[in-house]
T-cell receptor
Framework: AQSVTQLDSQVPVFEEAPVELRCNYS??????LFWYVQYPNQGLQLLLK??????LVKGINGFEAEFNKSQTSFHLRKPSVHISDTAEYFC???????????FGPGTSLSVIP | DGGITQSPKYLFRKEGQNVTLSCEQN?????MYWYRQDPGQGLRLIYY???????QKGDIAEGYSVSREKKESFPLTVTSAQKNPTAFYLC????????????FGEGSWLTVV
């Protein structure tokens, strides 16, 4: 069965510092990979997605992620965070042949002024 | 504007009562989903529907029921059989088979007292 692991439940980081949020998945077949962001009491918004092609994916708000098939990872990065980046971040996988999406437990990013 | 509308945003109910959460989308998406979100557990799939008049159980369907009589509507009923119904509920939609992006509503908070 597929699963998604987000290794850090909480990540505090100072404003303008770089950040990496880690995501690992397990699957015996090819998958699509996603990162979503959730602000308090709101739904989820798509940050970026990997479907195929280049393993480095750029998304909105200056975020990017790199797909590493050998390590089954899809880590999210931003070179310089802002206060407004404080939110919950979810990694997700979807089987290419199904429409079911599996979410990780989330990482709470807190940006410290 | 196109989007997913969930109502009500906040709902309080007494234990033992059934409650129905509304989800309407005007994105013309075929697939719709219901997720439950609890702190530290990410999102768990309750039910999903890929076409009208058809739906499948997700990972935690017990104590819940859905219907899909219209393409744009996918209401979720939380029955008295659900042992711990207090949670944040998220409705989402996408376009299969290439529904790589799932779009979310703003969510509904259900508190059972």
């Amino acid at each position: 069965a597929q699963s998604v692991t987000q290794l850090d439940s909480q990540v505090p980081v100072f404003e303008e510092a770089p950040v990496e949020l880690r995501c690992n998945y397990s699957s015996s077949v090819s998958v699509y990979l996603f990162w979503y962001v959730q602000y308090p009491n709101q739904g989820l918004q798509l940050l970026l997605k990997y479907l195929s092609g280049s393993t480095l994916v750029k998304g909105i708000n200056g975020f990017e992620a790199e797909f590493n098939k050998s390590q089954t990872s899809f880590h999210l990065r931003k070179p310089s965070v802002h206060i407004s980046d404080t939110a919950e971040y979810f990694c997700a996988v979807r089987l290419t042949s199904y429409d079911k999406v599996i979410f990780g437990p989330g990482t709470s990013l807190s940006v410290i002024p | 504007d196109g989007g997913i509308t969930q109502s009500p945003k906040y709902l309080f109910r007494k234990e033992g009562q059934n409650v129905t959460l509304s989800c309407e989308q005007n994105l013309n998406h075929d697939a719709m989903y219901w997720y439950r979100q609890d702190p530290g557990q990410g999102l768990r799939l309750i039910y999903y529907s890929q076409i009208v008049n058809d739906f499948q159980k997700g990972d935690i369907a017990e104590g819940y029921s859905v219907s899909r009589e219209k393409k744009e509507s996918f209401p979720l009923t939380v029955t008295s059989a659900q042992k711990n119904p207090t949670a944040f509920y998220l409705c989402a939609s996408s376009i299969p088979p290439d529904g790589n992006t799932i779009y979310f509503g703003e969510g509904s908070w259900l508190t059972v007292v």
